[in-house]
């Protein structure tokens, strides 16, 4: 604790992994050798770095650059990019720990680490977002590489970053190197499917979830937190499987349409204008309200995603989505429940799946486009759309099994923490004292 004084968040996801691993160490005693867990907590390399850059008007401005590398015993580190001006290092960490057993429950060859800045994206230019992006990587290049490290984006890093970022790569080191990075563009060595990937897996393993009750989204009525790229394709899928949307947010409110969100508005108010979720009202007219702050989990619905950030959604919101009958609560989002509103979903018998479950649809989607890119081929929508269906479904069982086998069922908490580490703490067993 002492080590990592203030970085709460951080606190907050070790805890809540360290409290499911008692029933493990019951089992297997050999994870308290050699000092395992107490080496999974610690990074095994943290970069802080100065991003200095221009903005329109001429003035030089200063940025904080990070990069986490928190665990490659299982391959390259993974994990997504961050600009947001409330990141720090134990956002930092705390995004890189999760994504440690995140990425292992994939089932797929890669590590843990996460990375971002406190640069805020909104209200800035494309060409200050450019050149931000080219500082970011001038300082970030040298600790990455196909081998080594490869970042994907995250909450204020899309496609465009991604590009600007790649772009800065292949500059610097005369190498087309398309597996340093994912989230890519199609014609440059993305995925198809990826953009749509973190949503859509959220919504699979959701649909799985209400499956084992004999339930489906078809007829549901689903509130959806965030308007970015988790959200969005959460909706799409969502109302594939016959789900209503009838509220979503940004940070500065949310809207509710008793019609049935409509998707493309909310598309083309998000991805082109990049504008504020209020105008939808102004754009929609009849049948939608905006409401500036409050809560929108006190819409009432039977299904809520949250997929906008972390601990959004607390204690008192989770009673209220109880009282108003939710069933299942999927987390598109990061942490974005407080262990509060976790405990009070398990208590009530919510159907509850936890992020580092639910939403490694797009890690997963990551190292597909790795595959891709390492074999310079390129799947067909439906190809990698069908892998990425069978991953979560895969994720739900493992999760639903492990549970099972330690004496709780129905607990995917207790299911994915189990699961993750074990195969973590297997690989790190297996290299030894590094
Ligand atoms: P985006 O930047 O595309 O969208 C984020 C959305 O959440 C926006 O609507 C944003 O509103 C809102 N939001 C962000 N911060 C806050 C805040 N502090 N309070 C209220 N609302 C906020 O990000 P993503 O959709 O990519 O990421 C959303 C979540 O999903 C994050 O927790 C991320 O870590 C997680 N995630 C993302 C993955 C991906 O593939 N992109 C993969 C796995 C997890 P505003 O525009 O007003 O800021």
């Not at 600007?164 to 198809?192: C, H, I, P």
């Not at 004999?214 to 016959?242: P, Q, W």
């Not at 905006?290 to 972390?310: F, K, L, R």
Request: a neutral charge.
């Amino acid at each position: 604790l002492q080590r990592n004084a203030g970085d709460l968040e951080f606190h907050q996801a070790v805890r809540e992994v360290l409290e499911s691993l008692g029933r493990v160490i019951a089992k297997h005693p050999k994870y308290l050798d050699s000092s395992l867990i107490e080496r999974i907590c610690e990074p095994e390399r943290q970069i802080i770095f100065r991003i200095p850059w221009v903005d329109d008007q001429g003035t030089v401005q200063i940025n904080r650059g990070f990069r986490v590398q928190f665990n490659s015993a299982l391959g390259p580190y993974k994990g997504g990019i961050r600009f947001h001006p409330s990141v720090n290092i134990g956002i930092i960490k705390f995004l890189g720990f999760e994504q440690i057993f995140k990425n292992a429950l994939t089932g797929m060859p890669i590590g843990g680490g996460k990375g971002g800045s406190d640069f805020n994206p909104r209200g800035r230019s494309n060409g200050e977002i450019m050149r931000f992006c080219q500082s970011f990587m001038t300082e970030m290049f040298r600790h990455i590489g196909e081998y080594t490290d490869v970042p994907a984006g995250d909450i204020g890093v899309g496609g465009r970053e991604i590009g600007y970022m790649f772009g800065q790569y292949k500059r610097l080191t005369n190498r087309y190197e398309a597996g340093v990075l994912t989230g890519k563009a199609l014609f440059y060595g993305g995925s198809r499917a990826r953009t749509e990937a973190t949503g859509y897996g959220a919504t699979y393993f959701v649909e799985r979830m209400l499956a084992t009750k004999s339930d489906a989204f078809e007829g549901k009525r689903v509130v959806v937190s965030g308007s970015g790229n988790v959200a969005i394709y959460t909706m799409e899928k969502i109302l594939e499987f016959g789900g209503k949307i009838v509220a979503c947010s940004d940070s500065n409110g949310y809207i509710v349409d008793e019609d049935g969100i409509d998707l493309a508005l909310i598309k083309e108010i998000k991805e082109i204008r990049r504008d504020r979720i209020s105008t939808y009202k102004q754009l929609k007219g009849n049948g939608a309200r905006y409401i500036e702050q409050g809560s929108i989990w006190d819409v009432p619905c039977d299904v809520a995603m949250p997929s906008a950030t972390q601990n959004e959604l607390t204690g008192k919101d989770a009673r209220t989505l109880v009282k108003n009958g939710v069933i299942a609560v999927g987390e598109g989002a990061n942490m974005p429940s407080t262990p509060d509103a976790v405990r009070i979903f398990q208590e009530s018998q919510v159907l509850f799946a936890p992020s580092k479950a639910a939403n490694a649809g797009g890690v997963a989607t990551s190292a597909l486009e790795m595959q891709q890119n390492a074999s310079r081929d390129s799947w067909t929508f439906e190809q990698t759309e069908s892998r990425l269906a069978t991953i979560m479904h895969n994720i739900h069982d493992r999760c639903a099994e492990t549970a099972e086998e330690y004496g709780s069922p129905g607990d995917y908490v207790l299911g994915a923490n189990i699961a993750g580490f074990v195969r973590v703490a297997e690989a790190m067993d297996a290299l030894g004292v590094i």
